[in-house]
């Protein structure tokens, strides 16, 4: 059972990641694949400056309502991720299916997340149902998921409309942002801007804003400095029609450096994502309440 969690945290950070990058990433009406629809194989008009275009494609997170990428990196004290993924955000749904090189075995392997009806399930292959009395997936809700003073990833889920451009805002607060060049990613021509952002820019990115999106911006920062994160440096792909095709988060951790890299596959597309059979599931509210009416009895 051990393992289950190690690697279902391992998952769980990148199921964070994930949400960062989906809020990242928007499209305007009437557009639905990820080549942004026509047009979508240009680059951005040369005479667009990098404040400008990151800018422009920030405003365009307004209108999304799904998402569908793929994500590879390092996470610091989690491990080497690569999987997909999709979600939903009306009504609130994600589905995941990760490998993580962890450090120890324990902390390895394939897994396949499920964020659906206020509980997330986790399938972590035959070695974890082994454990579970050949049950598959382990379904963890709303209470157990913050047990422990940890936020459900499935409730950030469901605030994160709230602001669709708020981590995407971020980038805005860079003052050495630059245009790279022009890169094919996924058969769509982009146009590649970087910047570099400290945490001291987001705190002055802070000025002027309203109590609620000062409230939510100041929770990342402070969750950034606890992992002793002080700049980072963030790459954005934007293609013709000025959506995000690509996004990456590169800095350096106290406990390792992160770097990680979103590919946008299609957005503002059905997404559907459905609870595993009970029959399969290993209900974790369930043994909580059993142990707890074990420990009355006694």
């Known amino acids: 059972m051990r393992s289950t969690f190690v690697r279902g945290g391992a998952a769980l950070g990148a199921a964070a990641l994930a949400l960062t990058a989906f809020t ?15 047009g979508g194989n240009a680059a951005q008009p040369v005479d667009v400056t990098p404040a ?16 569908e990428y793929r994500m590879a990196g390092e996470v610091p004290g989690e491990g080497v991720m690569e999987g997909t993924g999709s979600i ?18 324990d902390e390895s392997g394939e897994m396949e997340i499920r ?39 499935l409730l950030e889920l469901k605030q994160a409309d709230d602001n669709p451009a708020e981590e995407a805002q971020m980038m805005n607060a860079a003052d050495d ?19 570099t952002i400290t945490l001291d820019d987001l705190r002055e990115q802070l000025k002027g804003e309203d109590a ?6 100041q929770e990342k920062i402070d969750d950034m400095a606890e992992q002793g994160v002080d700049e980072f440096t963030m790459d954005m792909w934007i293609d013709g029609e000025d959506h995000t095709k690509q996004f990456r ?16 596959l299609s957005y503002n597309e059905p997404v559907t994502v459905k609870a595993p059979p009970a029959s399969d599931t290993m209900d974790m509210d369930g043994m ?10 006694a």
Request: charged share 30%.
């Open 249 to 264: 988060m590169q800095a350096e951790t106290a406990e390792g450096p992160l770097d990680t890299t979103m590919t946008f």
């Open 115 to 153: 964020l659906v009806d206020d509980a997330m399930y986790m399938n972590l292959g035959d070695e974890a149902a082994a454990g579970m009395g050949g049950k598959s997936w382990l379904k963890i809700g709303m209470s157990e998921g913050e047990s422990g003073g940890g936020e459900n990833p």
């Open 288 to 297: 909580a309440e059993e142990m707890e009416g074990a420990e009355g009895g």
């Open 212 to 217: 609620e999106t000062k409230k939510n911006r």
């Open 52 to 67: 400008a275009a990151v800018r422009k494609a920030t405003e365009k997170t307004e209108e999304f309502t799904s998402l």
């Open 88 to 105: 939903s955000m009306d009504p609130p749904a994600m589905q995941m299916t990760m490998t993580v090189d962890g450090a120890t075995p």
């Open 24 to 38: 990242a990433c928007g499209d305007d009406e009437g557009a639905g694949k990820a080549d942004g629809g026509k």
């Open 177 to 195: 942002l630059k245009k790279v060049g022009e890169e094919e990613i996924e058969g769509v021509q982009t146009t590649r801007y970087t910047g």
